[in-house]
């Protein structure tokens, strides 16, 4: 399988790896995942990702994830996989397993754990640059790891022709727009991505090829037609369905621990997550029984299961003030520059 030309594009799904009882792999679940997401719609895959949850696994099983997600897959999407390790010298093995898997690319976050400068941020991504077999996305996502810098992102991209993207988890919509000014008149070709699902439709407008959206793992139908609404100028329906991505977003992503959240609502589209490796209190366990009930009503409202037994809570709705201001901010400013 080779690795196909152009910029990357689209929606990658940061898949939840499903585990049996015994918290191992379970790779039949998997690979029907696998083949579900392809069939909803996904332009490509991105395992071991954050909402995979890479590092709550060895190394030999990030190893084995990729490998069954490769297999499955079958050419059919491109694969971003997740290569980040916690040197340098495994990083670059990875990448080079990978590329003999197939794989369209890595994604490697920035250095974790320690924090780093911009000079050592510089100095991690272009040592793993010379030695990678295989194209590379900088991931950048602060709360976690070191940040990536604007200057970093265009020295990298002038410098090294392995790095060919950017994932940006931070939704901070002026920072993707000055890398997007500083490194596209210099790289054509560079892809830029975001991470964070609240502004996916406000970052197409301002250029993003696309997004590695944990939604899309979990309503592929709903994350793809935005993107397709979007580059299709239909704006009136994509922030429609940005507002109401909007609330599951925030049901899954802020009432439990990430990604458990994800991880019900999951099962909830009948693919069998089983428990995650992070050990829950019975308080969280309740907290999870309660969410799914909410995570449950939120899907039957776009006809993607039924209500639970109880039923659902009539005439909530969600507030969507937090998109509005940043959709209405974004196309005003470009009806100003004469671009919409």
């Not at 640059?129 to 810098?149: E, R």
């Not at 209190?281 to 006809?303: H, I, M, N, W, Y």
Request: charged letters at 25%; a negative charge.
């Amino acid at each position: 399988m080779s690795s196909p030309p152009g910029r990357l594009r689209g929606i990658f799904t940061p898949n939840i790896v499903p585990l049996d009882a015994d918290g191992e792999i379970n790779e039949a679940e998997t690979r029907r995942y696998v083949d579900w997401l392809i069939d909803h719609g996904v332009h490509g895959l991105y395992p071991n990702g954050s909402t995979g949850e890479f590092l709550r696994f060895t190394a030999e099983e990030r190893r084995r994830i990729i490998e069954i997600i490769a297999d499955q897959a079958r050419g059919r999407v491109p694969i971003l996989a997740g290569a980040a390790e916690a040197n340098v010298k495994e990083t670059i093995r990875a990448c080079e397993h990978y590329h003999r898997l197939g794989c369209r690319a890595v994604a490697i976050v920035s250095p974790f754990y320690y924090k780093l400068s911009p000079a050592g941020v510089y100095a991690y991504f272009k040592e793993i640059a010379d030695h990678s077999p295989i194209d590379i996305t900088l991931y950048n996502i602060p709360l976690f790891a070191s940040p990536i810098d604007v200057p970093t992102v265009q020295r990298l991209a002038e410098e090294c022709p392995r790095v060919v993207a950017i994932k940006d988890s931070s939704g901070d919509l002026p920072h993707m727009m000055r890398m997007i000014a500083a490194v596209r008149p210099l790289r054509p070709e560079f892809a830029f991505m975001t991470g964070w699902d609240p502004a996916l439709m406000p970052m197409i407008l301002i250029g993003c090829d696309g997004g590695t959206n944990a939604t899309s793992g979990v309503v592929p139908e709903i994350t793809r037609k935005l993107y397709d609404l979007t580059l299709a100028g239909r704006l009136d329906e994509a922030r429609d369905l940005q507002y109401r991505l909007l609330t599951l977003f925030d049901a899954m992503i802020y009432h439990s621990e990430f990604p458990e959240g994800f991880r019900a609502a999951l099962n909830l589209r009948g693919i069998n997550t089983g428990p995650g490796r992070q050990p829950q209190s019975p308080v969280q366990q309740q907290s999870l029984v309660k969410l799914r009930d909410q995570l449950q009503c939120l899907l039957a409202t776009e006809g993607f299961t039924d209500e639970p037994l109880g039923g659902c809570p009539v005439g909530e709705s969600m507030d969507p003030e937090q998109v509005a201001r940043i959709v209405q901010g974004v196309v005003g400013e470009l009806k100003r520059r004469g671009i919409a």
